[in-house]
């Protein structure tokens, strides 16, 4: 069914092993012999598998096949949970309200702008299914009380069914990094979390397009203003970690 165009393989982590086997000669080769046929057919298709777990924990647990993995690896895209993507909760909410169930979920457009607010403030760990949950109990709500929900009864129903927000979501992963701190051998070497937390944090946005120039040098202002820093400061740590080329790079 894929000859000629893509197969789709959702939570490959979840593909027994003897089954990861056998797909192996068909991603390499294409070459594949349907159950019940003796003779092998061809299949043209581009593969594209996608997980929400940790690959590399999924190979040393020995629940994907390095080999299998190794097939399909060529190119490797991350994309980050919703959370991190604020600017598209609208575009989600606005399609799932038009084209999903949920006919009986009548909103003014000051209650969408409320459920919106309210969404940019969740978590949402399930991505589009915790707006997916949110919706179905706000429906239910909805039916309940007959008339078109307002504002002011989202916001209940958001103070009665809290969800961890960003703001305690990152308080939990403070707290866990300051407790753990101590035991790195990091901190034995007589290093300052602080320091390290800057250095791993220029790492990761520098690797980010978003915070680059032309030709991938780090956009030093856009860097000093995530992090609430000036511009010297962010240069001279860039310079440090090798990260700047001060010879071509204004």
Known sequence: MAHGGTLFLDEIGDIPLEVQRLLID??????????????????????????????????????????????????????PPLRERPEDIEVILDELLETGNYQRLKLSETSRMELLNQLGNTFMPGNIRSIQNILSHLEVAAVHAGTALTPQEIQRYFRQNPENSRDQEFDTLLRQILRLWPHTHLAQQGRKWKEVLLEESLRHLGRMEEYQK???????????RQLGMDDKTIRSKLEELGMLNTETTP
């Open 214 to 224: 032309p030709g991938g040098f780090p956009h030093i202002t856009k860097l000093a």
């Open 26 to 79: 068909a991603v390499e080769t294409r070459n594949f012999r349907p159950l019940g046929a003796h003779d092998l057919q061809h299949s043209d298709f581009q593969l594209i598998c996608a997980t929400n777990r940790d690959i590399q924990q999924m190979i040393a647990n020995r629940e994907l096949s390095q080999d299998f993995y190794f097939r399909f690896s060529v190119f490797s895209y991350e994309i």
